[in-house]
């Protein structure tokens, strides 16, 4: 069965390309805007589509930046929101799975990484994400209550499964970044995968 992935901010825009293709193919976590560090502890106040050494702005994304074990500051306005209250357009990244007959998912998971191996936690970074699924903005969202630290194959953010036999079917995660250690932090990466019934 022919499928295709592709990841965009959580809006719609702008697209973040496959590792392989040399352009704008990584997501970027910053400080109060591009380029800009985030402190040692903190978490990211911005974020930016970038080429893979963070260089190049490719557009910002939506920015979640963790507040509490189950709220988030959406956009940077305060007070913080609850995940649930958060709404799939103001998410980080919108992962869009089509497929040319319609199928259900199952086993879908989303990690990060060391990309010097896949299943090895990324070092000198926290990485926290949810699953937001909020369709309507003045409904609760039916997602993650709260942040789940991911790292490596040892802790990986499970997502719901989709029994809806579709053809599209978009999945949408909240990211924040905090830096454990000073200096830039490019060697890790995400990876999403899924089952098809």
Same mark, same amino acid.
């Given at each position: ?5 592709? +990841?965009?901010?959580? &809006? ?36 930016? /589509?970038?080429?893979? &050494? ?6 910002? #994304? ?18 913080? *929101?609850?995940? /649930?209250?958060? @709404? ?5 990244? *919108? ?13 879908? &998971?989303? /990690?990060?990484? $060391?990309?010097?191996? #896949? @299943? ?7 990485? /926290? ?5 909020? $369709? ?27 029994? $809806?036999?579709?053809?599209?079917? $978009?999945?949408?995660?909240?990211? %924040? ?12 990466? +995400?990876?999403?995968? %899924?089952?098809?019934?």
């Amino acid at each position: 069965m022919a499928s295709t992935i592709r +990841f965009f901010g959580g &809006n719609g825009s702008p697209e973040v390309f496959p590792a392989a293709s040399g352009g704008f193919n990584t997501v970027g976590f910053y400080g109060a805007g591009f380029g800009l560090s985030v402190r040692v502890g903190e978490y990211n106040e911005s974020t930016f /589509r970038s080429i893979e &050494n963070g260089t190049s702005n490719g557009g910002s #994304i939506p920015n979640l930046r963790f507040a509490n074990p189950t709220g988030a500051f959406v956009a940077g306005l305060i007070p913080a *929101r609850e995940l /649930r209250e958060v @709404n799939n357009f103001e998410t980080t990244l *919108r992962i869009r799975l089509n497929t040319d007959s319609a199928v259900a998912t199952q086993n879908t &998971n989303f /990690r990060a990484f $060391d990309k010097s191996n #896949i @299943n090895k936690a990324p070092s000198g970074v926290t990485v /926290r994400a949810a699953e937001i699924r909020k $369709d309507n903005a003045i409904v609760r969202g039916s997602g993650d209550a709260g942040w789940t630290v991911i790292a490596g194959s040892g802790s990986v953010l499970p997502m719901d499964n989709r029994a $809806d036999l579709t053809v599209q079917k $978009d999945f949408y995660v909240a990211l %924040t970044v905090s830096p454990t250690s000073i200096g830039e932090k490019t060697q890790f990466g +995400f990876y999403w995968e %899924t089952e098809f019934l």
